[in-house]
Nanobody, 119 residues
Framework: QVELVESGGGLAQAGGSLRLSCRAS????????VGWFRQVPGKEREHVAA????????VYINSAKGRFTVSRDNLKNTAYLQMNSLRPEDTAVYYC????????????WGQGTQVTVSS
């Protein structure tokens, strides 16, 4: 079991950058895949990016490709979402989640961090 805490959200201007962090505590972080999600009130949660347990495989939604980079440092028990060229439509609460190796869903979630991009 892991506990996740996001940080790094805040206010940015369009075209700017933010880096979100997701720090894990608990059992072996390296045995979990990590996903980043975002949600706007009244809309469905969107799966923005994910990284496998070793960091060698990543996936992104189309709107994030070329702008966002997901990474992880297993020695620091931390995953990151570097967001560049931010757009107002990136405004949302961002969550990280962890999926245990062999599991089929994300079972562990952070509390979320607000990202607001002004035009």
């Amino acid at each position: 079991q892991v506990e996740l805490v996001e940080s790094g959200g805040g206010l940015a201007q369009a075209g700017g950058s933010l880096r979100l962090s997701c720090r894990a505590s608990g059992s072996a972080f390296a045995s979990y895949a990590v996903g980043w999600f975002r949600q706007v009130p009244g809309k469905e949660r969107e799966h923005v990016a994910a990284i496998n347990w070793g960091g060698g495989s990543t996936v992104y939604i189309n709107s994030a490709k070329g702008r966002f980079t997901v990474s992880r440092d297993n020695l620091k028990n931390t995953a990151y979402l570097q967001m560049n060229s931010l757009r107002p439509e990136d405004t949302a609460v961002y969550y990280c989640a962890a999926m245990k190796l062999g599991a089929v869903q994300y079972d562990y979630w952070g509390q979320g961090t607000q990202v607001t991009v002004s035009s």
